[in-house]
């Protein structure tokens, strides 16, 4: 049921956010790469830039402002997927971010729009119902 509940009270931009997450598990499950040196660069990447995101997203001008912590995660997990996507799919065929075949896109956006289904399934069955 909580799962149900979090679906339901999903909004447009955390769907948004989850379909980039699919986009990007499709493209490690696809493309993995065992090295090290990718993953442990991503997390060095992740460690600076999460950090300077950080820096910038609780100091404002009026003040120190205070963030959950899944917008802290995701501070730094946005830059250690933006560094190992780049290096996994490099010399790959990509194009920007699009997958180089058509079963590949259809498995990344079929993921997303199964996701985005799914929360949508939820709000209707979790919707009051009208007498």
Not at 21 to 26: A, E, G, R, V
Not at 60 to 79: N, V
């Amino acid at each position: 049921m909580a799962l149900l509940r979090y679906l339901a009270g999903l909004n447009p931009a955390r769907t948004i956010l989850w379909c980039y997450l699919i986009w990007y598990l499709t493209a490690v499950a696809l493309y993995f790469d065992p090295s090290p040196s990718l993953w442990l660069t991503s997390i060095g990447i992740s460690a600076i830039m999460g950090y300077a995101l950080w820096l910038s997203a609780v100091n404002s001008p009026t003040g120190r402002i205070k963030i959950g912590r899944w917008q802290l995660f995701r501070l730094y997990m946005a830059p250690f997927a933006v560094s190992s996507f780049a290096a996994l799919v490099k010399g790959k065929g990509f194009i920007l971010v699009v997958f180089p075949t058509l079963k590949e896109n259809a498995l990344a956006l079929g993921g997303c729009a199964l996701f985005a289904g799914a929360a949508q399934l939820a709000r209707r069955v979790s919707a009051p119902r009208r007498s």
